[in-house]
């Protein structure tokens, strides 16, 4: 019997430290399999920086949604996603755009499939309040996931939110987010732990892991760097509120 560890991460967004101190406590941790469930760019500054991370760092990575926006030619939206697209070059943006919508492996005996929000496709979302329709879906294979094997357990991002919830379909994993979290400020990923040759009575584990990293430092880089739409981003990173909610709560940045 052979164990493995890997580690699962999603929902970079251009946050440069904390992905920088998620991989030192993965590295840590003696893991050396890395997976991301994409967004690796989009509302943080430093979006090529963590592309060329990924790249050398993970050995999976599929498509988020920002992916979709920011490397791909659809209609910017805004002055934030034009600034995030001129900061990727041009490689790195075919690269982004060229990704799976998912990844299957086996662990214990399980399917394992990696996906960004559902396998619907990288904008179909999938809350921590979802309903018991929603959660079959999640493992049911699709044109997106290809092939028509159901997964036994789904690993995915999107929300910012980490849960898991087990059921008669199979497991259901949401890592969180490294550099935007949005339940508390700190960032998440998730350890999957088991037996890549081994059946289904074979160990089989999940772990979340929380690490704290420098948030005024990447605030700093951020406001040096000159980024659009940089107060919504501070707000989330200090206090873990998704930007939508800042008026209504009455939440601005501290003056200068």
């Not at 329709?133 to 094997?149: N, W």
Request: hydrophobic content about 40%; overall charge negative.
């Amino acid at each position: 019997m052979s164990f493995e560890r890997l580690a699962v991460v999603s929902d970079v967004h251009g946050n440069l430290t904390a992905y920088r101190a998620v991989l030192a406590d993965i590295a840590a941790r003696g893991i050396t399999r890395i997976l991301n469930l994409g967004d690796v760019v989009g509302k943080g500054p430093r979006g090529a920086a963590c592309t060329a991370l990924t790249r050398e760092r993970c050995e999976a990575t599929v498509r988020g949604n920002w992916e979709v926006f920011v490397a791909g030619e659809s209609e910017l939206r805004s002055e934030g996603q034009a600034g995030w697209r001129a900061e990727l070059p041009a490689e790195a943006r075919q690269w982004l755009f060229a990704l799976p919508g998912s990844v299957d492996l086996q662990l214990s005996g399980r399917r394992v499939r990696i996906l960004h929000a559902s396998p619907i496709d990288e904008f179909t979302r999938v809350r921590r309040e979802h309903s018991d329709e929603q959660f079959a879906m999640m493992f049911a294979p699709t044109p997106f996931t290809g092939g028509d094997e159901h997964a036994d357990v789904v690993v995915y991002g999107d929300i910012h939110d980490p849960f898991l919830r087990s059921g008669r379909e199979g497991t259901l994993v949401n890592v969180g987010s490294v550099g935007n979290q949005l339940d508390d400020p700190t960032p998440s990923y998730a350890i999957l732990e088991g037996d890549p040759g081994g059946g289904r009575d074979a160990p089989f584990g999940i772990q979340f892991v929380r690490v704290p990293y420098d948030v005024e430092a990447e605030i700093a880089a951020t406001r040096g760097l000159g980024m659009p739409e940089t107060e919504a981003y501070e707000i989330e990173l200090r206090t873990g509120v998704y930007r939508g909610d800042h008026a209504r709560l009455g939440l601005s940045t501290p003056p200068a």
